[in-house]
C-alpha cells in the first residue's frame, strides 16, 4: 500500500510541476543576428591590381579576419587609377559602378586605403594599413545599436537571389539609417602587381587570389531608407532586395551577401553581417 501511495504521489508533483511551466505563445520572436550586442564592423580595403603595396594590405585584411572572426567583414573594392586595365597580364576589368561611386565620393585617390565602419569625417575616414588594426579594434568593443538577419532565396538554374534583410534596432537613435545589400566574391585568380617577395611572386604576382572582391549592389550604392520614422529600442524593420541575378562569370558558390546600417548624415556604419548566397 506504502508502494502505491508514493507512486501517486510521484504522478501528482509530476502535473503541478508542469502547470508551473510558463507556455510560450505563437508567434515566436526571430533571433536577428548581432542582437545580443555583438558589434559586427566593416573593413572596406580600396585596392587594384597594379597597386604594388595592395599584397600587403589584403594579408593585413586576412590577419584582421582571423583574429576578430565573424566580427569583422571585409569588403575588398577594385575602384581608381590602380583597378583599371592595362597591358598584359592586367587586362581584367574588377571595377563596378558601386565601387567607382564610393571612391570618388570618399575622395580616395592612392591604394591601399581603407575605411572602418566609415568612421570620421572628409578624409579623416581613409585610413592607412598600418591604422586597420587599432580602428577595427576600437569599433569591436563597441556595443551594438542593430542586428541584422540576411535570408536569402537562390535559384541556381535561373541564378536569380531574392535578399531579405531584417533590422532589429537594440537601441533608440536620432538620424536616418539605410541598408545596404552588396554582393561579393571570393577565390577569384588572377594576376596583382606585388613588391614585397616575401608574400609571393614579384613583380607580378599571376595566380594571386583576390577574396571578398566586391561584384555589385542589390539596392544600388547608397542603399535603401529602412525608416523615416524615430527609431525606438526594439523596433524591427525589413528591406528587400529581389530579383537580382548573378553574372554567369560569376561562381556562385563563392559569392555572399554583405549587408549594413549606416546613419544617412554621417555615413557612419553600426552593423555589418555576412551570408552564403548558397
Known sequence: MNKIIKILLFFALIIVLLQACDKIEE?????????????????????????VNCPGAAGTAHELKDEY???????????GYFAQPTNEPYTADFRTEVGEELNDFFGIVSNPAGMINRIGEGQERILVETEWQSAVGQEVA?????????SNTYNEQTRVLNTSLDIKFINALPGTYRACAYIIEDSIVAPQKNNDPALGPSPDWLDFVHDNMLRGSLNDTWGDLVTDEDITAGSVYTV??????????????????????????????????EEKVK
Open 27 to 51: 508567434p515566436y520572436e526571430r533571433e536577428i543576428n548581432g542582437g545580443g550586442g555583438n558589434r559586427k564592423v566593416l573593413l572596406e580595403d580600396y585596392t587594384g591590381h597594379t597597386c
Open 69 to 79: 572572426k565573424d566580427q569583422l567583414v571585409i569588403i575588398a573594392v577594385h575602384a
Open 142 to 150: 563597441r556595443p551594438a545599436d542593430a542586428g541584422i538577419t540576411i
Open 240 to 273: 528587400q532586395c529581389d530579383g537580382f541575378t548573378l553574372n554567369a562569370e560569376w561562381k556562385d558558390r563563392h559569392c555572399a551577401i554583405v549587408a549594413f546600417v549606416y546613419n544617412e548624415d554621417t555615413f557612419e556604419i553600426i552593423q555589418a553581417e
